[in-house]
Nanobody, 118 residues
């Protein structure tokens, strides 16, 4: 069955760094666009970063994280990463991994909590 398992969340001070990982299984990982979303309490889920399928690996980022976060993927390991630097308290949220093949499938992980203290 399809699984997306996030890891790497935790508590960090403002200015610190975390690296989230999402290990995928049960589908052809390289065919899927991958993304990281986040949801803070009382707010809607929002896209943080995304990376296209295949070898091109084009990326896009929310304006709020540009220059601080980097998304990458390792198709050999079926894993997508989110490197988060210069973290701010407003980055506090549950971070979700997403796998999407347009018009075919849309999968979500269970989420990992990131808390940034001021």
């Amino acid at each position: 069955q399809v699984q997306l398992v996030e890891s790497g969340g935790g508590l960090v001070q403002a200015g610190g760094s975390l690296r989230l990982s999402c290990a995928a299984s049960g589908f052809t990982f390289s065919r899927y666009a991958m993304g990281w979303y986040r949801q803070a309490p009382g707010k809607q889920r929002e896209l943080v970063a995304a990376i296209t399928s295949g070898g091109s690996g084009r990326t896009n980022y929310a304006d709020s994280v540009k220059g601080r976060f980097t998304i990458s993927r390792d198709n050999a390991k079926n894993t997508v990463y989110l490197q988060m630097n210069s973290l701010k308290p407003e980055d506090t949220a549950v971070y979700y991994c997403n796998a999407r093949l347009v018009a075919v499938a849309d999968y979500w992980g269970q989420g990992t909590q990131v808390t940034v203290s001021s």
